[in-house]
């Protein structure tokens, strides 16, 4: 049996050199020791934590992987309201705020303190002797989410701060949680190649990852925070600057982006010097925010109700950029919508490069008055796609045209029709439009339909060109043409057979999903899943009146009417006798449909031991259900391994060694959507870069899991 003391010495140590290194690294940029080595003294220092936790110290750098869940967050009163600041996008109110500042100090000799406008999410952060003790969100300004152990694991935030003289035993440091653009673009990309919804903009990610319930999710999505503010009880520094340089020695990360300027003059100079240079830091701001620096002047500014009198923040105009409209392309989507895209001279915006951009619907095209080989204004505001919002008349070529919508879709030349109070025209081809086919076929196959592995989007439009498919049914005849398959060039034995393979698990797929799989206009997730538990079967929903569809709970009229359309269809009916043929389950078995959700996409678990509520089996199904997948082997992209009771020790050993998170039975039922969670139903429109359709996406607030959650390394700071 080891000695307490010396393990308890052993952990000590470690933890004061882990915490060390981290500040060396974060804060100095300096890396004393190789990645290696700082995970191997990690590993090592995780392992004694879980063989006495009783001698885990309070924030250990192990924190940093989370793995904490919280259910629900509870809230805290802030010591200080949180306020806001005035706003304004022009130089004549800084001036006017300088002048204001000069009354009522009634001195020219004051001081501005310039900093970066960091577009992220408002913490609060306390220290107590030293340790972070609470991290706590903005919320209404009076009260707000304790959310520590999703603050914890941000890794450039120290856990401890180094001692130094004057440093209050208790303080306040207030500052933006952020996610780095690289690291949202990282994930955006993932996320539109696994077909999910896009995220709006970084501080819509940071903000919902913080939201998060797993901390150890929180870990992978590697936000970054940057200090703004101080706040203690008395009088520990005489300047708001003096304060950013001790904040900055005591280890935590101030963005060296601030200046003191000692006229508005040198302000302006300071907003124009950013107001390109800001698109190079790697964290999305919106502004600069002016605060007069010396702390008793801020005292007698004071404070409105709502925001400090000594400062103010300017906002950058949105950007805008100034480019030759092409021409209009227009796509026609599952449902047969005609949206406009707009296809630009390439022109840098924002830190991108925009080629198409949104605008909307016909209705638009006429307000804008928009004629091809005009110079458009595209704007990007909080949102991914650009937009057109204005036209340089003065640029127009002479004689240009208006655009002229087209009267007939422009895949399949049906005249199209524009139904009373709807801003889009549709192409009414159900049957026959190549692109409207096709993206119902891919809707059927994806992930949260009837999910067909080895059928992706681009194979089935693949198998649609060539003429295999044209409906879902004929993906259940497909086993039927394996000679035609194995002519197909790319197409190996073992993509055939994995397709195959797929093709029959999908005859597993509970009814709801295969509901919501046939697109139904306005069947979306959880219409189906409502639907699929009130009727039980295609059958009884064929046999309802529309009447009775319409008075079904929770189903509106419109999405009624839509479904008794589709219903009474004879080409839908064939469909239908079709697909239950082939084996597709159309009546709902069990007691309800498989709640699905998902919330583990991206993520691989190993299951291992028995466990106390749940076979293997059903465990797995559950997570498939969730969107995760399982695997049989220890690996270092693993996000977790579930133990059950009896997991052999060399299982343990390896996932610890990999850093791979361990959780029990508990933990893995605790990551998912509880009974009554409502799926985020907002849509957008997303620009599909691919081929010539415009499909809707989800939107999410805030984004289900994704990467790998042991995303211990140190590789990829950006600080
Ligand atoms: S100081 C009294 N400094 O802007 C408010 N705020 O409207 C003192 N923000 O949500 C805030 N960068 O999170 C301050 N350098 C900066 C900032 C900053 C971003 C955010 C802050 C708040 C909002 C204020």
Known sequence: MPDQNSIQQQIQQLTERLHYLNHQY?????????????????????????????????????????????????????????????NTYSEADLREFDERVRRVLDSDDYTYVCEMKFDGVAMSLTYEDGQLTQGVTRGDGTRGDVVTPNVRTIKNLPLHLRPAPGQPREFEVRGEIFMPN??????????????????????????????LQDSALVAARRLRFFAYSFLSPGRVFSSHSASLRALKDWGLPVSDTWRCCNTITEVLDFIHAWEKKRFELPVATDGIVIKVDDFRQQEILGFTAKSPRWAIAYKY???????????????????????????????????????????????????????????????????????????????????????????????????????????????????????????????????????????????????????LLQTPADIYDL????????????????????????????????????????????????????????????????????????????????????????????????????????????VLTGEAPQAHSDRLAGLTFVLSGVFEDHSRDELEALIVSHGGKVTGSISKKLSY???????????????????????????????????????????????????????SKNLETFPAPKSSANDLGRQGSLF
């Open 317 to 467: 105009p949105a950007e805008k950029a100034r480019t030759r409209l092409n021409t209009i392309q227009y796509q026609v989507g599952r449902t047969g919508a005609v949206t406009p895209v707009a296809m630009l001279d390439p022109v840098p915006l924002a830190g991108t490069v925009v080629k198409r951009a949104s605008v909307h619907n016909a209705n638009q095209i006429a307000a804008l008055d928009l004629r091809l080989g005009d110079l458009v204004f595209v704007e990007k505001g909080g949102e991914i796609i650009p937009k057109i919002t204005g036209v340089d008349l003065g640029a127009r070529p002479a004689g240009a045209e208006p655009i002229r919508y087209p009267t007939e879709c422009p895949a399949c030349n049906t005249p199209l029709v524009r139904p009373e109070g709807e801003a889009h025209y549709r192409c009414p081809n159900e049957r026959g439009c190549p692109p409207q086919l096709k993206a119902r076929l891919e809707h059927y196959v994806s992930r949260k339909a009837l999910n067909i592995e080895g059928l992706g989007a681009e194979t089935v439009g693949r198998f649609f060109d060539l003429g």
């Open 479 to 586: 086993p039927q043409r394996r000679d035609e398959l194995v002519k197909l060039e790319r197409l190996g034995e073992k993509s055939i057979t994995n397709l195959l393979a797929g093709i029959e698990g999908s005859k597993q797929v509970p009814f709801d999903r295969v509901l919501f799989g046939l697109g139904i206009r306005y069947v979306g997730e959880t219409v189906a899943e409502k639907l699929a538990l009130h009727y039980r079967s295609i059958d009884a929903m064929m046999a309802a009146s529309a009447e009775e569809l319409a008075a079904t709970p929770e189903v509106g009229g419109v999405i009624a009417e839509s479904l008794a359309f589709w219903l009474q269809d004879a080409g839908n009916r064939e469909l239908i006798e079709r697909l239950r043929s082939a084996g597709v389950q159309l």
């Open 182 to 211: 690289p690291v949202f673009n990282d994930l955006n990309a993932e996320r539109e190649q696994n077909g999910e919804a896009l995220l709006a903009n970084p501080r819509n990610a940071a903000s919902g990852t913080l939201k």
């Open 641 to 695: 391994l579930v133990a059950g009771d009896k997991m052999g020790p060399a299982k343990r050993e390896k996932a610890t060694t990999l850093k791979v998170p361990i959780i029990g039975e508990a933990d893995l039922l605790a990551m998912l959507p509880g009974e009554d969670e409502a799926q985020p139903e907002e849509e957008i429109l997303a620009l599909k870069n691919s081929d010539s359709s415009v499909e």
């Open 26 to 86: 974060y804060q100095n940029d300096v890396s004393d020791v190789s990645d290696q080595e700082f995970d191997r003294m990690l590993a090592e220092l995780q392992t004694l934590e879980q063989q006495y936790p009783e001698l885990a110290l309070p924030n250990s750098p192990t924190q940093r992987v989370g793995g904490t869940i919280t259910k629900q967050f509870p809230t805290a009163l802030h010591r200080y309201p949180m306020l806001s600041l005035g």
